[in-house]
């Protein structure tokens, strides 16, 4: 009698050396989601949430700090501003004096005001720039009455405007002393007063 043949060893499982069963050879893993260790984080919608070494806030908010509000104190802005502010309110202030052929105290107050807003909001509070103001709202004044009294004398003379207040200036500044009165300076203080007041307004 022959003796019974030993069947061979089996051949080792590649993954894990499980026996098969029912002829799977997956049958020895372990049945589920392969990624069930890893601990799901929270959705966030930021792809780079799971990176390490990332700080929080690294990306948030602004990267760089606000700017600075730019300063309002700028002393030679607000002489300029406060100037071309004189320059064009005597040039009304004169022209209103002169078509209605007197002065009018409120167009001295609007001047100041005028004066003293503009140079105000441009250079700030700034002790230089409200003394500028006030000079300047007393020359816009002192000019606009010159302005009006040479138009006057234009259309009284029968000539033109620029004959009298540029060639003859010194002549109407003669007639403008002997005309001068209580009034004529009270409108000259009025513009700077009224300067303050507008700078004031504009802060």
């Known amino acids: ?22 002829g799977n050879p997956y049958a020895g893993q372990q049945p589920g989601n392969p990624y069930a260790g890893q601990q799901p984080g929270a959705p966030t919608g930021n792809p780079f949430a799971g990176q390490q070494g990332q700080q929080p806030g690294q990306f948030g908010g602004t990267p760089f700090p606000p700017a600075p509000p730019a300063a309002r104190n700028q002393v030679g802005l607000g002489v300029l501003a406060a100037l071309g502010a004189a320059i064009v309110a005597a040039i009304l202030y004169g022209v209103l004096a002169g078509s209605i052929e007197r002065e009018v105290g409120y167009a001295a107050i609007g001047v100041g005001f005028l004066v003293g807003f503009a140079a105000s909001k ?3 509070a700034n002790p230089a720039v409200l003394g500028s103001a006030a000079v300047f709202s007393l020359i816009a004044v002192f000019l606009g009455q010159l302005v009006g009294m040479s138009m006057i004398l234009a259309d009284g003379l029968g000539v033109g405007f620029s004959e009298v207040f540029f060639d003859h200036f010194g002549d109407v500044f003669d007639i403008w002393k002997e005309e001068a009165d209580f009034m004529t300076y009270l409108f000259l203080l009025l513009g700077p007063v009224a ?7 504009a802060g």
């Not at 069947?7 to 069963?21: K, L, R, S, T, W």
């Not at 300067?195 to 307004?201: H, K, M």
């Open 122 to 124: 441009v250079g700030g």
């Open 1 to 22: 009698m022959s003796q019974p043949v030993q069947p061979p060893n089996p051949p080792q499982q590649p993954y894990g050396g499980g026996q098969p069963a029912d």
């Open 195 to 201: 300067a303050f007041g507008g700078a004031r307004r």
